[in-house]
């Protein structure tokens, strides 16, 4: 029951922040400058053909009937008709999530190792030689911009070395790997260093825990006590923040994608916005705001199989 009012409070929570993005996204995307029936028709287009575009789909009525006739689409499943390229937008949002998935999967399995073991480095002596170097390393990657890092890597190892491709996604599993080592890894320096820290700090913290001195007083060696009691522990703050960060590396996917040209999401977005595509904008942001709700759920459910407190 617990873990059925769990999800039960969060899928209401997901649809008051889908009322929410549809009704922001909407505004903000019809108060940006340009025409997008202009933009369609191209620059010599004569006025009546801009109108007739603007009539077939339906951008000349009031803002408030564009609102409620997207709601009414909204809710049977259509997100709408994309203006650039006359398909459906939940086709070309299948079309295009793939590579962006691939990529944050890609990111999770170069972040993930590195945080534990660093974490746990520098954990067991908070302050000593190791512990120091792991949080001088950590505040660099900090400090160093993704699409700066991106763009560095891959002038580096991309045009100068020609170890790896710059831009695409490649074909096949292997070719994915290949074509996205690099905007993986741009990423990952980015992402362990937050990680790290947070996995560190909940360490040291629960190494003075009354469950731990009671551990020892009942006879369990150091090494139970860390794989059994402080780990699962401290596990669950960084678990949240990792569930925050895969929702805004998602979401997010704009500059990588860019810098790499990798034909996901990132990139569709940046089209659809040059191109004042409504609904391609309107739909990916609701996607993006439906995956990060998914994996905030995800993360929650996860942290009450771990933490039975959670589920209260």
């Not at 960060?245 to 860019?258: K, L, P």
Request: glycine share 10%.
């Amino acid at each position: 029951m617990p873990l059925l009012r769990l999800i039960t409070r969060r899928l209401l929570q997901l649809i008051g922040v889908l009322a929410g993005i549809s009704l922001v996204t909407f505004l903000l995307v019809h108060m940006a400058p340009g025409d997008p029936a202009r933009l369609l028709a191209g620059e010599r287009a004569s006025a009546e053909t801009i109108a007739a575009i603007r009539s077939q789909y339906g951008l000349d009525l009031p803002l408030w009937r564009q609102f409620l006739t997207y709601l009414a689409n909204l809710t049977s499943g259509d997100i709408g008709l994309s203006l650039r390229f006359q398909r459906p937008v939940s086709q070309l949002i299948e079309q295009f999530m793939w590579p962006t998935l691939f990529l944050t999967g890609y990111v999770l399995c170069f972040a993930i190792p590195p945080t534990v073991v660093l974490a746990i480095v520098g954990a067991r002596r908070p302050g000593g030689m190791a512990d120091q170097i792991i949080r001088l390393v950590g505040i660099a990657g900090l400090t160093i911009p993704v699409f700066w890092l991106g763009i560095m890597m891959s002038r580096v190892f991309g045009v100068s070395l020609g170890w790896f491709p710059v831009s695409g996604y490649g074909t096949g599993f292997t070719g994915h790997l290949h074509h996205l080592f690099l905007p993986a890894l741009s990423t990952a320096i980015w992402l362990v260093p937050v990680l790290t820290q947070s996995l560190r700090a909940a360490l040291i913290e629960k190494t003075t825990a009354d469950f731990v001195t009671a551990a020892r007083a009942l006879g369990a060696t150091e090494r139970q006590i860390f794989w059994e009691t402080m780990l699962p522990n401290a596990v669950l703050p960084t678990l949240n923040l990792l569930g925050v960060m895969v929702g805004f590396m998602i979401g997010g996917a704009v500059i990588v994608e860019t810098v790499y040209a990798v034909p996901g999401l990132g990139t569709l977005m940046v089209n659809a916005l040059l191109g004042r595509d409504y609904y391609v904008v309107q739909g990916l942001t609701l996607i993006f705001a439906v995956s990060t709700v998914l994996i905030t759920l995800m993360v929650d459910l996860l942290s009450a199989f771990i933490d039975p407190r959670v589920r209260l």
